[in-house]
């Protein structure tokens, strides 16, 4: 296998760079993809490239974490910060392989900087690689995109499902759609009956006649949204100012569930530090519904020696410190580092409504206003967050959520933990194709 300089085979292009302010963007807002160090940061009105290039990050503690690509592809018309290297290479097959081959290759000897890391251009250039011919790295980049386009597939699907969930919950339990539907039919002088039929149709999206054909064709699925809809009050009340559905009450987190804060074991003591019980730390939860992979994992005897910060499987993990209002759910028993609150439902049920809520924008930003406290670090300590309060109907409502909801987070999950084990084959089948073991 030929190894070679990396600024032999590519183009750096760093000198057409031009990074805009936060400021600057706001009164730029347009089309054109804004890339930073790993990905698309902004969208904005100009552009300065117009191509297919590698995008490889020059700064950041992703480059240690890993958390997010530090190698991809940005194509079209598109602007680049300086916090990214920007090169082009001989073909589109060098590009594709330096893509797949900086995924893993290891760059911790190569980094600088002991507060923020960087790989800078002099340093990327001289790196030597493995370098195939043509023909080698385009049979190489076909078999790593196959694996790449189902595991952007699965987040695609993972994302669309997630949406609908979130458009369910926002009509229920934001803007009381069925509530409303019922209060309006009854300010209107129809009755009770004819009132839970207009709450039939916000729940159902259908109009009068087609639930009458629905009473028709599928009688078990019309009674079955007759009584979710007959759950719904037919009434709003005021509380704290804020008109909701009648009966529902403000409860607090440490109402719902157990809150528990974790705690990092002992570094100095190897022997907690393993491969048994999944680690939780805030870079884990980025853009992850299920946390089914985590970077770093504790031992029997770690997570024994702290065995009351144990977290079952569907916790609700949420980021307090620094980086704030971070959602995920936990897949099997976990631990979490001091930088996470998570809660234990009372019941299985209830996780899905409490990690919808805890997602919204609003109580995103209540969570970082709460954790500002006049410092520099946003911190949001468990005490405060205990006492954080959801608007929370029946339990019979959250059930029947949690029944409409789970088969799409079920799905959401098995996607994800395809997507780990496709990423570690990816991953596994590099190596094997530089060295012969696979072939054409």
């Known amino acids: 296998m030929t190894k070679v300089a990396l600024g032999t085979v590519i183009e750096f292009l760093n000198k057409r760079r031009k990074p805009l302010s936060s400021k600057e963007r706001e009164n730029k807002k347009g089309v054109y993809p804004y890339y930073g160090a790993s990905d698309i940061v ?28 530090i190698a991809f592809i940005a194509e079209g018309k598109f ?19 330096l893509k797949f081959y900086f995924s893993q ?37 076909k078999q790593l995109k196959d694996l790449e386009n189902k595991i952007q597939l699965n987040t695609q699907i993972n994302q ?20 409303r539907a019922k209060v309006q039919a009854l300010s209107d002088g129809l009755s009770l009956e004819q009132a839970e039929l207009a709450a039939m149709q916000a729940i159902s999206g259908k109009t009068a006649e087609e639930l009458t ?45 157990q809150i528990i804060c974790g705690k ?51 916790s609700i993990c949420v980021s307090c410190i620094a980086t704030v209002g971070l959602v995920s759910i936990t897949y099997k028993p976990s631990h979490t580092n001091q930088q996470i609150n998570s809660i234990i439902p009372n019941d299985e049920q209830t996780s899905e409504f409490l990690y919808l809520s805890l997602k919204q924008s609003s109580m995103t930003k209540y969570l ?55 990423a570690e084959i990816r991953d596994l089948l590099l190596p094997n194709l530089l060295n012969g073991e696979s072939d054409e």
């Open 42 to 69: 902004d969208y904005i009105d100009e552009f300065i490239f117009d191509g297919r290039y590698l995008l490889i990050s020059e700064d950041g503690e992703n480059l240690k974490t890993r958390k997010t690509p």
């Open 79 to 97: 602007w680049v910060n300086n916090h990214a290297h920007i090169v082009e290479g001989k073909d589109d097959e060098t590009i594709d392989y």
């Open 105 to 141: 290759f290891n760059l911790l000897p190569f980094l600088t900087g002991a507060v923020q890391p960087k790989l800078s251009k002099g340093v990327l250039e001289k790196i030597e690689i493995d370098f195939p011919t043509y023909e080698k790295r385009k049979f190489i980049n």
């Open 160 to 179: 669309t499902l997630e949406q609908i969930a979130q458009a369910l919950f926002k009509s229920w339990f934001v803007d009381f759609n069925p509530v």
């Open 213 to 257: 054909a629905l009473s028709q064709t599928q009688p078990d699925r019309y009674a079955e949204l007759a009584e979710t809809a007959k759950a719904f009050p037919c009434e709003m009340e005021e509380i704290d100012g804020v008109e909701v559905p009648k009966g529902w009450e403000l409860k607090a987190l440490s109402d719902l569930g």
């Open 264 to 314: 990092t074991p002992s570094k100095s003591n190897k022997e907690f530090y393993g491969d048994d019980v999944p680690f939780i730390k805030i870079p884990d939860m980025h853009n992850q519904v299920f946390i089914t992979q985590t970077t770093d994992n504790l031992s029997v005897a770690g997570a024994n020696s702290q065995s009351k910060k144990y977290i079952p499987p569907k």
């Open 368 to 422: 970082k206003d709460l954790a500002s406290g006049g410092s520099a670090t946003l911190n949001l300590n468990t005490s405060t967050f205990s006492k954080i309060e959801i608007m929370t109907p029946s339990k019979e409502i959250i059930d029947i959520f949690h029944n409409k909801v789970v088969y799409a987070f079920e799905k959401v999950l098995s996607n994800s933990i395809e997507n780990k084990r496709l």
